[in-house]
Each structure stands twice: as structure tokens, then as C-alpha cells.
């Protein structure tokens, strides 16, 4: 591969949270290294992504805006995901893959 090249996302597996204004978390599937996160509400969420379960999410962690998408380089040892919402309830997606765009 050259340097520079970009490798396509490819999906392991995907976590659906139920997110709210009340931290949920979720166990990623699939494997790899990288994260697609997607967050079918509209409003913004607030993730945190991590190797323990039980992680707590704030409004300090990394926002998402709602309808938005973002894929995150998380490393091979992320297995958890924790998300909280600034107003309302819906879902917020965790796709666990390899690849840098997509």
C-alpha cells in the first residue's frame, strides 16, 4: 500500500444504543479497529468509547450532532461504548470495523 492510500470502512458489527438524556451503554461486536458511529436522532449525543464496560458519558465527551455520522480510529481494544443525549430519546449506532474512510 502507499503512502497516503485510504482503505474503505468494512463493517465487523453493529450496536444499537438506546440513548437518552440517561447514559446507555453498549457491547461493541464484531472486531477491528475502528468505530462508525451514527446517530439517528435529532439531537446531540455525547460518546465515549473504552475497554471496560460500565463507561459513563458526559456532556464534556466527544458530540455528535443528530442525523450525523463520525468514524473514529479507536484502537483494536475498544469493546464498550457509552452515550448520552442532550434532550430526548432514540438510537445511536456503534459499528465496529477496519478502514479510514468512509
Do not use: K
Not at 38 to 60: E, H, K, Q, V
Request: glycine share 16%; proline share 5%.
Amino acid at each position: 500500500m502507499s503512502t497516503g492510500a485510504n482503505q474503505p470502512f468494512r463493517p465487523a458489527g453493529t450496536a444499537a444504543a438506546a440513548a437518552s438524556t440517561t447514559v446507555a451503554n453498549v457491547t461493541l461486536s464484531g472486531g477491528g479497529g475502528a468505530v462508525l458511529v451514527y446517530n439517528a436522532t435529532t439531537a446531540i449525543a455525547f460518546f465515549r468509547l473504552g475497554g471496560a464496560s460500565g463507561l459513563t458519558a458526559t456532556a464534556s465527551d466527544t458530540p455528535l450532532p443528530g442525523g450525523a455520522r463520525m468514524l473514529v480510529d479507536a484502537g483494536p481494544f475498544v469493546s464498550n461504548a457509552a452515550v448520552v443525549l442532550g434532550s430526548g430519546s432514540g438510537t445511536v449506532y456503534f459499528t465496529l470495523g477496519d478502514g479510514d474512510t468512509y
